[in-house]
């Protein structure tokens, strides 16, 4: 059941037509600030914090993305946090960095496999300071944590191989520091949007080819800053392929 100021809302769209969300069923903890990423058959959604006080999560729920109903218990990730980034390939769901009970931000990665049900396993680390509100992106093969904030805004990019385990590799920067923004990708581009760039929010967009390494390229820019923006999406990511 959702609580004032948090929902546990899942609201699906058929992309193939236009029109309003429908409802697909409800998360099994009313809760915000939590991430999540899906392969073709199921959608994964980890962390966050509820209210009254705030309180971090561990909970990892899944849906059949087929079905609507209610998410289900996965199992639970290594501590209670939320404002994880997350990618993922068709086999895994990675999440990195995040907000623990007592505000200690960390750089821990964590993946659990979509097939399987039980808590999270250790993935490896994220390169340099521990941070929160990291955007996740990926092809099939490479997923990328970037940005952040420490507090102090990142502009990191790392990445990993999902189908192995250790800790992320420098891919390079982004072209400001932000937190908080749009990701979207294909098996080529990851695209970065918006964001807070304190003290305003921020119009630029730029990309990277996730294939190779280096600094973010400048796209374009968005019509209005926007601080948080939409995760975005596309006909081609690391869970469809």
């Known amino acids: 059941m959702s609580s004032p100021g948090y929902l546990n809302i899942i609201d699906y769209v058929t992309i193939s037509s236009t029109g309003n969300a429908f409802?697909?069923?409800?998360?099994?903890?009313?809760?915000?600030?939590?991430?999540?990423?899906?392969?073709?058959?199921?959608?994964?959604?980890?962390?966050?914090?509820?209210?009254?006080?705030?309180?971090?999560?561990?909970?990892?729920?899944?849906?059949?993305?087929?079905?609507?109903?209610?998410?289900?218990?996965?199992?639970?990730?290594?501590?209670?946090?939320?404002n994880t980034g997350c990618t993922g390939s068709a086999t895994r769901a990675i999440w990195g960095g995040g907000t623990p009970d007592g505000s200690v931000l960390v750089n821990t990665m964590e993946y659990i496999t979509y097939t399987t049900t039980g808590n999270a396993q250790d993935f490896g680390d994220m390169t340099g300071t521990d941070r929160r509100h990291t955007i996740g992106s990926s092809s099939s093969t490479r997923g990328l944590f970037v940005g952040g904030t420490t507090p102090t805004l990142q502009d990191d990019i790392d990445?990993?191989?999902?189908?192995?385990?250790?800790?992320s590799v420098d891919f390079g920067n982004l072209?400001?520091?932000?937190?908080?923004f749009g990701g979207v990708s294909n098996q080529i581009r990851a695209v970065f949007m918006g964001g807070w760039d304190s003290p305003a929010y921020d119009t630029v967009i730029d990309y990277v080819t996730i294939a190779t390494t280096g600094?973010?390229?400048?796209?374009?820019?968005?019509?209005?800053?926007?601080?948080?923006?939409?995760?975005?999406?596309?006909?081609?990511?690391?869970?469809?392929?």
């Open 23 to 82: 409802d697909y069923g409800d998360l099994t903890v009313a809760r915000n600030g939590l991430s999540g990423s899906s392969n073709s058959i199921r959608g994964v959604f980890a962390g966050g914090s509820r209210p009254p006080s705030d309180t971090k999560e561990d909970t990892i729920d899944y849906i059949t993305i087929a079905t609507k109903s209610n998410a289900q218990d996965f199992g639970d990730l290594s501590a209670l946090k939320r």
């Open 159 to 167: 990445y990993i191989t999902m189908a192995s385990l250790g800790n």
């Open 175 to 180: 072209s400001d520091a932000r937190a908080e």
């Open 215 to 241: 600094n973010a390229t400048a796209f374009g820019s968005l019509g209005g800053g926007a601080r948080g923006a939409s995760a975005g999406t596309s006909d081609s990511h690391g869970g469809l392929g």
